[in-house]
């Protein structure tokens, strides 16, 4: 069965410090993948996505993602981190099968110490 | 601000009863998805409506049904209430029919309490 997850439940990390938020799928063909971001009280944000062609993509707020096929992985990362990104984060697939169908992970809330 | 509505902002219900969220997307966006958010389920993508016809179906309970307008607003409207039901509704508009083809702008949602 199709399937999202996001192993991490909860990370906080110091403000300026790296960050990484794993996601991983089980799909049989290639997914389209989404980051979203949702702040307290507010909606989901699109943060990037990744439909085909390079594997390293490019996103708002100095975001970035990288799909690697082999580990069905596309895993969020931002070279140093801002209070402001504290905030639920959102891995989604969209998978073609018998209709279009949309799965979201269970969400990576992240907590940044100043 | 994402340029998607939605109304009301809270909602508190009786189980049993029906009620109606409204979304109006952002302009010129033809695409109306529905999601539904709770502790229990996680994000959840319920229908999705472009340009007035249903394009893609989620987990969408048979309770609850939605429709688009030719004003390209829509409704979800969810009936016989019960208490699972309550959660948090998100409605996104994009452009495109695609599902995720094009950027999807959210809502801020609707809380929809029933006691």
């Known amino acids: 069965a199709q399937s999202v997850t996001q192993p991490d439940i909860h990370i906080t990390v110091s403000e300026g410090a790296s960050l990484e938020l794993r996601c991983n799928y089980s799909?049989?063909?290639?997914?389209?993948l989404f980051w979203y971001v949702q702040s307290p009280g507010q909606g989901l944000q699109l943060l990037l996505k990744?439909?085909?062609?390079?594997?390293l993509v490019q996103g708002i707020k100095g975001f970035e993602a990288e799909f690697k096929r082999s580990q069905s992985s596309f895993n969020l990362r931002k070279p140093s981190v801002h209070w402001s990104d504290a905030a639920e984060y959102f891995c989604?697939?969209?998978?073609?099968?018998?209709?279009?169908?949309?799965?979201f992970g269970p969400g990576t809330s992240l907590s940044v110490i100043p | 601000d994402s340029g998607v509505t939605q109304t009301p902002k809270h909602l508190i219900t009786a189980t049993g009863q029906r009620v109606t969220l409204r979304c109006s997307p952002r302009?010129?966006?033809?695409?109306v998805y529905w999601y539904q958010q709770s502790l229990d389920q996680g994000l959840q993508f319920l229908i999705q409506?472009?340009?007035?016809?249903?394009?893609a179906k989620g987990n969408i309970l048979e309770r609850f049904s939605a429709q688009q307008f030719p004003d390209l607003h829509s409704e979800l409207n969810l009936s016989s209430l019960e208490l699972g039901d309550s959660a948090l509704y998100f409605c996104?508009?994009?452009f495109g029919g695609g599902h995720f083809g094009s950027e999807a702008f959210f809502g801020q949602g609707t809380r929809l309490t029933v006691v």
């Open positions: 996104a508009s994009s």
């Open positions: 302009s010129g966006d033809l695409s």
């Open positions: 799909y049989g063909a290639t997914p389209y």
């Open positions: 990744y439909f085909s062609g390079d594997t």
């Open positions: 409506y472009y340009n007035g016809e249903e394009r």
């Open positions: 989604a697939v969209f998978m073609k099968t018998s209709y279009d169908k949309v799965i």
